[in-house]
């Protein structure tokens, strides 16, 4: 077979299928959980952009998850997000608490939620869905997104951008991103967000999180140029 004719294959339906029966998958096939919330930059709050985290629970303590814009086949990866216990939030150094923020209001606000397949009466989803909240309300999280799609949406251009998340209302996302999200989704996040009232208990996250509250201070990556070693 000539180079040429071997070059073609590499993007046909028959190679990828070899590549399939081929090939193990174990980390990807490990992703038991898919969680649908929006992210802002944190230098820029005016940005918001839909992410879809798609999880494994590596310890009880220690959650990590790759992120897309979507959940379609042909979705965009932009993305990484850590999440951690409040156990290990507290135990981090001063310095590095800065890149994480709370999940409490994303929580409780309904913004965050499970992302069942769509044959999943919406009942079933919010059963579902409570073991997880309970969880997550009391979780801090790491994100950086390496895909500023919102503003080059054809490739991954430029640095990498800390993301942040919502910590009380009037912050954001835009009320037609939510109700976007919504509708796609058969979901309803004020809804959510009665009914997370019955059954989450109060909680206050951790002082030292979300420091750009207190500050007005906030990470932005920057590229430096250095001596090679």
Not at 5 to 24: D, I, P, Q
Not at 113 to 138: F, R, S, Y
Not at 151 to 180: A, C, F, R, W
Request: hydrophobic share 30%; charged share 25%.
């Amino acid at each position: 077979m000539e180079s040429e004719t071997k070059h073609s294959a590499y993007h046909s339906t028959a190679y990828h299928v070899a590549g399939e029966a081929m090939m193990s998958f174990q980390p990807i096939k490990s992703i038991h959980q898919h969680l649908c919330a929006f992210h802002v930059y944190s230098q820029d709050h005016s940005r918001h952009v839909e992410a879809h985290h798609y999880c494994k629970h590596l310890s009880p303590d220690f959650h990590q998850c790759v992120i897309y814009d979507s959940d379609k086949p042909d979705a965009r990866l932009i993305g990484i997000e850590y999440i951690v216990s409040e156990k290990i939030f507290t135990s981090l150094p001063q310095e590095e608490k800065k890149f994480w923020h709370s999940h409490k209001y994303e929580v409780e606000s309904g913004l965050l939620q499970l992302a069942t397949k769509g044959l999943v009466p919406a009942p079933a989803a919010d059963a579902a869905e409570q073991p997880a909240m309970l969880e997550l309300q009391k979780t801090y999280g790491k994100t950086i997104h390496t895909w500023a799609f919102d503003i080059h949406p054809d490739l991954p251009l430029g640095p990498p951008n800390l993301m942040m998340s919502y910590t009380g209302d009037g912050q954001g996302p835009p009320e037609d991103l939510v109700k976007k999200r919504d509708t796609e989704w058969g979901q309803d996040t004020a809804a959510k967000r009665e009914l997370r009232k019955g059954y989450l208990p109060p909680y206050e996250k951790v002082d030292d999180a979300d420091e750009w509250e207190k500050t007005g201070r906030v990470v932005k990556f920057s590229v430096e140029e250095v001596p090679l070693r």
